[in-house]
């Protein structure tokens, strides 16, 4: 009999229930009936029919919507997002026995990927805010625990995580140092100048973005052990990829239906990759 990707996943689970935490009281989580998480004051938290726990207590909207996050997914798996990824599986492999949250984790492709290519036990845990983000990750890949849930009020116990993930997402460090265990690892993937410069050619006539904050030195202030590595390649643009790579990025949005026309049919043969990580180390003494 095969398993339905709704009791795939909520095995999972229930396996590691005791990672929850109630977002409403933060008291202790059980799994019941093999379909809803509850604390121990009787808030209740029903899986979805894919296998997710919606996790945020108040309906959030976002900009991303479900056409948005399918074309996030074509881009991401197309082997565009590959070298960062092979650099961050790099310096999480050898962890051993790695619980791995994916903090903002979208439509769940990156961190399917990384679960997947670690050897040896993995857990993976992927929550973001955007309900249709984590719908499209449960249908996708099984096997991983998906959680609607707000990256600044985590729904999990402290010192739990081997590794946290937050690619392209926002951060909130109070949270992140206390979730990872003491000596746990914290990895930042923020896009630099070269990112997407193709596009920013055609939509921002090749103006500069300014942007002054300066993760590196955020990312510092909480973790030790601080060590960058600069990943840039550029990705040949095989057909069909420009039009949802327009689409999934916050370049274009408010561009005119023209400024989109006239990306479409600009020949762009190659697409540039580039970003930082930045890879901390948590402190022994958290909060
Ligand atoms: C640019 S996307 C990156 C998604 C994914 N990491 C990727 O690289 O494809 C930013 C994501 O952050 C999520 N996000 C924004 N604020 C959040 C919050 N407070 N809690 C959880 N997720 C949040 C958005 O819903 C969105 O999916
Ligand atoms: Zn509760």
Not at 157 to 176: C, K, R, V
Not at 187 to 215: C, M, N, T, W
Request: include cysteine.
């Amino acid at each position: 009999m095969t398993l339905s990707k709704k009791m795939i996943n909520a095995q999972v689970m229930d396996r590691n229930a005791d990672l929850f935490r109630c977002p409403i009281c933060l008291a202790e989580m059980a799994m019941l009936d093999m379909s809803r998480l509850v604390c121990t004051h009787n808030h209740s938290f029903d899986l979805s029919k894919n296998g997710y726990v919606n996790l945020a207590p108040q309906a959030h909207m976002t900009k991303y919507d479900q056409s948005l996050f399918g074309a996030r997914k074509t881009v991401m798996t197309s082997g565009f997002f590959d070298g960062v990824l092979d650099a961050v599986i790099k310096t999480i492999e050898g962890q051993g026995h790695a619980i791995i949250l994916d903090a903002g984790c979208g439509e769940g492709s990156h961190l399917s990927t990384v679960v997947e290519r670690l050897t040896g036990e993995v857990t993976g845990v992927g929550i973001d805010l955007a309900k249709e983000g984590i719908t499209a990750a449960a249908k996708e890949y099984p096997g991983l625990i998906w959680s609607v849930a707000d990256l600044a009020n985590c729904p999990f116990q402290d010192d739990q995580f081997d590794t946290i993930l937050n690619i392209l997402s926002p951060a909130n460090y109070a949270e992140f140092t206390r979730l990872l265990k003491p000596g746990g690892l914290f990895v930042k993937a923020v896009p630099e100048s070269g990112y997407l410069k193709e596009l920013r050619a055609i939509f921002y006539e090749d103006k500069e973005q300014k942007d002054d904050a300066d993760p590196v030195a955020r990312v510092a202030e909480h973790f030790d052990e601080i060590s960058t590595e600069r990943v840039i390649y550029t990705f040949p643009l095989a057909d069909g990829l420009l039009a949802p790579l327009i689409q999934m990025t916050p370049l274009t949005w408010g561009a005119s239906a023209d400024k989109i026309e006239e990306a479409l049919q600009t020949a762009i043969p190659e697409i540039t990759i580039d970003f930082t990580l930045i890879f901390g180390v948590n402190r022994e003494e958290t909060g």
